[in-house]
């Protein structure tokens, strides 16, 4: 979202000398509590968190990086964890070329649904985008291969690389955990590229852009691609984690939810999406044990977040002294 | 025989369509109206329409009040329930990128549908036709119910009836003015957020009349915005939301081309309107009656 949406931070504030050492820290204390987490948490959970964060930190380099609000990256997902689960299972692949074949076919539905969808700016892509995943929804229920309502059930995991078995819950984990920060490197090296630099500046003035001679379209189709791609990676791992793909994954409601794990953790910063989806994944978990329905919590905190901070958590936190003096700043 | 396809099952498919396009024609208006004076897109459009079906049926079962009142008690009363959404939380986000109003009514549609299935359960609960509308006429070549019949005649109706009051009335002509410079007609001395307020209410109250006339063709489930309302978003960026008449006129089409679609290749007929909204996209990325490019 463009960058006219927030105030600019009221004074500035000077970088702490040593905020690179202290930044690099916190990355590790991150990593560590990663490797130590399924010591203490159901492993099942973790991985499912960690594959909603790649999710949702994919989603953002759509919205935050490019502003592009796209309301179909349910089809990415969904249909990455269809492509994984259908090649494992009923073409013997292994998981390695199963998750690849995920990936690269949600790049091939990106790029057709990108194509279509960059016609149109602002409130009509996110329409556009929204109508054409539902469509592919409704391609879902009636293929033959997703078993509409039954969804592929049962996957196998296989052995990566033929050797390491996921099927124990530690070695899928790990593996997970290596998926994810190998995923993350991409998304950090990709926003910092000279690429990523003019989706920012088509974000920030998308004529001044076209007028420096840049192909806006095809910038944009590149990015969604791209983005589609990693989401494609965080689907088709999430169908051998939980060895099953249903209907589910590919519904608006999903599209919706990455939306709100973005919104809350903060829109155009890197920990941001993987800080929200940790918080929705947990109050999911907590709420399905209890009474309170997720839908209706679930939208008290979209008009919460919308109304009252936008920035979102991680945002917040940045947009601090605290978070200035650190040097740290949200790209949106 | 038409195309090797029995005239019967074609009308019946045709009126079925011409149903349909009568819900997308009065939703997408709603849509359109809103649109074009907040520049919000009303995701909560959907569950407004809910909110129409649900209150016609509790003052059935609760107060005992007809479907006639209903159509005129439950406008009213969404158009109230809008109007207090607008006032206290979707007029602070006028000065935003326009996705955050996108988003925030997004959030208010699960939050209204998930209350609803909360307390009334997902399934779909009946709602009689009132006796006056009840029974078929025979037009000779298909029996025609009388209520569908009634449910095209009464949307044609209203969407005239507000085609009128913005393109020829002098409150039509102030909402005009207000899309096209709210500065300059405020400084007129026109209170242009009472505007607002008022368009909201006027679109949220349409949705609640769309939802009473559905109650008794389709069942009353929190549910049955949901999806209807992402295929009403198509029909709007096929139309363009640049016209008035232009979402009118695309509701109906794509209702009967979705109804044509039923008859000739039943496996397309859910995503028939979805492919059109590419191919327009494709062809006419303004959209049919789009002025914008």
């Known amino acids: 979202m463009a960058g006219k949406s927030e105030p600019a931070a009221t004074e ?104 279509i969808a960059i016609r149109r700016q602002g409130i009509y892509f996110a329409m556009i985008t929204l109508a054409l995943s539902q469509m592919f929804y409704f391609f879902c229920l009636q293929a033959r291969f997703t078993h509409g309502e039954d969804g592929i059930q049962s996957v ?12 124990d819950t530690m070695t899928m984990y790990f593996f997970v955990l290596t998926v994810f920060v190998i995923g993350l490197l991409i998304i950090w090296r990709f926003v910092n590229s000279p690429f990523g630099m003019i989706l920012k500046s088509i974000r920030e003035n998308e004529q001044r852009a076209i007028s420096l001679g840049y192909s806006v379209s095809r910038y944009k189709l590149g990015a969604f691609v791209m983005s589609a791609a990693l989401t494609g990676l965080a689907g088709g791992v999430k169908a051998l984690v939980f060895q099953f793909a249903t209907l589910t994954d590919v519904t608006w409601q999903m599209s919706g939810e990455v939306i709100l794990m973005t919104l809350l953790g903060g829109i155009g910063t890197l920990a941001g999406p993987v800080f929200g989806a940790g918080l929705v994944v947990t109050l999911q978990n907590f709420l399905a044990t209890s009474d309170v329905p997720v839908t209706i919590i679930t939208g008290l905190v979209f008009m919460v977040c919308v109304l009252l901070f936008r920035r979102g958590l991680v945002g917040e ?8 003096k650190l040097g740290f700043r949200s790209e949106s | 025989m038409i195309f090797g396809v029995p005239v019967q099952a074609l009308m019946g498919q045709l009126l079925v369509g011409l149903i349909n396009g009568s819900f997308y024609a009065l939703l997408s208006l709603g849509l359109a109206v809103i ?22 049926l509790l003052l059935l079962t609760v107060g005992g009040v007809n479907y006639w009142f ?14 207090i959404v607008e006032r206290t939380m979707l007029s602070r986000l006028y000065k935003l990128d326009h996705l955050y109003g996108l988003l925030f009514t997004f959030g208010l549609a699960l939050a209204i549908e998930g209350t609803f299935r909360y307390f009334f359960g997902a399934s779909g609960k009946p709602y009689a036709a009132p006796a006056q509308l009840t029974g078929a006429v025979n037009l000779g070549f298909m029996f025609l119910p009388i209520y569908r019949g009634w449910v095209v005649i009464a949307s044609l109706i209203v969407c005239f009836a507000v085609w009128f009051m913005i393109e020829k009335t002098r409150l039509g002509a102030y909402l005009r003015a207000a899309t096209e410079n709210p500065v300059l007609v405020q ?12 368009t909201y209410a006027l679109g949220a109250g349409l949705a609640a ?85």
């Open chain 2, 187 to 198: 400084s007129f001395g026109i209170n242009v957020p009472l505007l607002l307020t008022l």
């Open chain 1, 156 to 167: 196998p995991r296989g052995r990566l690389f033929g050797i390491i078995n996921l099927g």
């Open chain 2, 35 to 56: 649109f074009g004076l907040l520049r919000v897109i009303n995701f909560a459009h959907g569950a407004q329409y809910m909110l129409g079906a649900f209150v016609a």
């Open chain 1, 12 to 115: 500035t504030v000077a970088i702490h000398a040593k905020a690179g050492q202290i930044k690099i820290a916190f990355l590790a204390i991150a990593l560590v509590a990663l490797i130590l987490a399924p010591q203490f948490l159901y492993p099942i959970f973790l991985m499912k968190l960690l594959c909603f964060a790649l999710f949702a930190a994919a989603f953002n380099l759509l919205l935050g990086y490019t502003g592009l609000l796209s309301f179909g990256h349910a089809t990415f997902f969904g249909g990455a964890a269809y492509f994984t689960a259908h090649a494992v299972k009923v073409w013997g692949w292994s998981p390695e070329a199963g998750i690849l074949l995920g990936v690269l076919g949600a790049a091939a539905l990106g790029l057709v649904m990108g194509a």
């Open chain 2, 209 to 293: 009349f769309a939802g009473v006339l559905a109650a008794p063709v389709y069942q009353v489930s929190p549910l049955m915005g949901t999806n209807l309302i992402i295929i009403v978003f198509a029909v709007v960026v096929v139309g363009g939301m640049g016209s008035i008449l232009g979402a009118i006129v695309t509701g109906y089409m794509l209702g009967v081309v979705e109804g044509l679609t039923k008859v000739f290749y039943p496996e397309a007929s859910n995503i028939v309107i979805f492919v059109i909204m590419a191919i327009v996209l494709i062809l006419r990325p303004a959209g049919l009656f789009g002025k914008d490019a």
């Open chain 2, 70 to 83: 209903a159509l005129i008690l439950a406008p009213l009363f969404v158009g109230l329930f809008g109007a």
């Open chain 1, 317 to 324: 936190f940045f947009a601090t002294k605290l978070g200035r």
